[in-house]
């Protein structure tokens, strides 16, 4: 018997109440956004590991809600992320000893604003804090090795 696999994407995957959370907000002096409006837009796939062939067997594509403008697209994690280009200056500019908010100011002032650099700063700090990571975990660690072995070739008391 054949074996099929599904697998679904929706836009919004919970269903919430707006009713319920309307009247939750009022008295509490906290307005709390409504992020959660039942959308029905999903598109669902099938494998057939025999064929080996996705098909899409489910699209709807009416969406009840607006969608993002152009102009917060950037924000959206799926849509941004440092490049190539991107991670090459910033490694560059970091190693003569620039500063990271620096280097976000710089690109920003490149490329004509915060909208068309294709990330946030918290992606850069994120960039940064992970090559250091590399560097030390690879660096300290040989480094300490490499001086031990020769501590222990040099002085035959060094155990």
Known sequence: MPTLIQDNWFAIKEEKD?????KG?????K??????????????FICHYRMVKWKVSVFESEHNHLLCPPKYR??????RGL????????????AC???TCHIMGYMVSQKGGYDKVGFTSKDLHNYISKTRRGKVKDGDAFAA???????ADSDPLFQ
């Open 18 to 22: 707006i009713g319920n959370t309307l």
């Open 31 to 44: 307005h709390k956004a409504i992020t959660r409006v039942n959308c029905r837009a999903r598109i669902c």
């Open 83 to 94: 490049n190539e280009a991107d991670k090459t200056q910033t490694n560059s500019l970091q």
């Open 25 to 29: 907000i009022i008295g509490k002096g």
């Open 97 to 99: 000893g620039v500063k």
């Open 145 to 151: 090795l490499a001086y031990l072995l020769s501590k």
């Open 74 to 79: 950037h924000l959206i994690p799926a849509n």
